[in-house]
């Protein structure tokens, strides 16, 4: 006998799996909440975790402003709540309109997520098994599996990873910071948010002020600015400055000569950057997919990466000739 589903019942939201998904625009709220409305019903069901909603928010706040609304709710078993917030993230990397950031952000949180599900160490690359007789499953493993299910590399889900740690970090001590970063409201670079999460408590508050009130011009250099009209305390901006200096000091050491395996991992990351700028047009701009004509376009731009790439797995150097805008064979003699 199949069990009747539970209608209208009273569900918990926590709020670090609320956290997790990307804030829907005014727009895209208000017409949800008018699609649901005009049903009289909420048509999908609300995912929960006992009584404790883990997909549907959104959804559930509206029926809460609504009470002739009917809701129900499908409920899934998780061994902790770690593989709960892993779940949310992948459920919400579903979604065919992330930002880039978004993206970003919800791979490393889903990555840290996955590594703590299974013993790991947040702040550490060592992962133990949950079953004392079982085999340990390793952070290298993890990263491999993420990187194929989304379509990246293990290097970007490994840098994801740090910017989910500094995320983390900044929202203990400014509560919403994801959500404004979810929001585009602001913007940090990779290095930001790497200094974030390695600055000790009691720095990290000004970091993220300054964060919150620079100018949102973007830059090459990822720096941060102190405000022209301060809006911290005299001793948070002492701190602040002394952050700042701490970092130009280290962006001013010399760096070590550049080994063939930093070369490769600074050619990846230059890859990623280029992957991710490509997936942010293709995010704004759907027809150039969608559209045969524009298609036809951007696969003939596309000709010479191939044919960019063909060279390098002939093993043979290349040489883009400017003028006439193709590669050209190089010998290595």
Known sequence: MNEQPK????????????????????????QLEENILSEGIVLMPLIVWGNTIVDGHNRYKIAQQHPNVIYTVHEKDFDNRYEALAWICKNQLGRRNLTPIQKKLLVGDRYEAEKMAHGGDRKSEVV?????????????????????????????????????????????????????ILSGKVKPTQQQMREIAKAPPEERKPLVEALQTASPKKSN??????????????????????????????????????????????????????LEDLDGIFNSWPQLVSEEIYRN????????????????ESGSLYEWNREARKIVSSNTD
Do not use: C
Request: proline residues 7%; glycine residues 4%; neutral net charge.
């Open 7 to 30: 209608l209208n019942p009273v569900l918990q939201i926590d709020s670090e799996f609320e956290s997790k998904i990307p804030p829907l625009t005014d727009d895209e709220y208000k």
């Open 128 to 180: 133990k098994s949950t079953d004392q007789f079982g085999p340990l499953i390793s952070a290298h493993a993890t990263r491999a599996r993420i990187a194929a299910e989304t379509n990246t590399s293990e290097g970007y889900v490994q840098r994801a990873g740090e910017y989910s740690n500094g995320a983390e970090a900044a929202e203990e001590v400014s509560p919403g910071f994801r959500q404004e």
């Open 221 to 274: 250099k990822p720096r941060y600015k102190v405000p022209a009209k301060p809006t911290m305390s005299a001793e948070s901006r002492k701190s602040a400055i002394a952050a700042i200096q701490r970092i130009s000091a280290e962006l001013a050491r010399p760096k070590p000569p550049l080994t063939l395996q930093g070369a490769v991992q600074q050619f990846e990351w230059k890859v990623t950057l280029m």
């Open 297 to 312: 376009q951007v696969v003939k731009t596309l000709e010479d990466l191939k044919e960019y790439i063909l060279h390098i």
